[in-house]
């Protein structure tokens, strides 16, 4: 079963920080480009941060500086986990999560999403 896991979402202050996580099968997701997206209520999904198998970083524009991508390996060097450092959060950053995967424009792989509220 092909599965992004997600995990590290909650409430945070303004000017808080969080880190996400989502892990992923390191062999059946070796060439894809492991990305995050955000969801705010009433708005479109789209595009945080990505990171393709050559470890090329893409950022939105609204997060550049704040937001680092990243991913590590398991021990065992089976699983993958990429992740989301969000630091400086604001209130507008407060929306759905999600953990994709994709080969070429559009995502192939999504995961089950993940709440961040950022709020005083």
């Known amino acids: 079963q092909v599965r992004l896991v997600e995990s590290g979402g909650g409430l945070v202050q303004p000017g808080g920080s969080l880190r996400l996580s989502c892990v992923y099968d390191?062999?059946?997701?070796?060439?894809?480009?492991m990305g995050w997206y955000s969801q705010a209520p009433g708005k479109e999904r789209e595009l945080v941060a990505d990171?393709?198998?050559?470890?090329?970083?893409?950022?939105?524009?609204s997060v550049k500086g704040r937001f680092t991508i990243s991913r590590d390996s398991s021990r065992d060097n089976t699983k993958n986990t990429v992740y989301l450092q969000m630091n400086s959060l604001k209130p507008e950053d407060t929306a759905v999560y999600y953990c994709?995967?994709?080969?070429?424009?559009?995502?192939?792989?999504w995961g089950q999403g993940i709440q961040v509220t950022v709020s005083s």
């Open positions: 994709a995967a994709r080969l070429g424009v559009y995502v192939d792989y």
């Open positions: 990171i393709t198998r050559l470890d090329t970083t893409d950022y939105a524009d």
């Open positions: 390191k062999t059946f997701f070796t060439l894809y480009t």
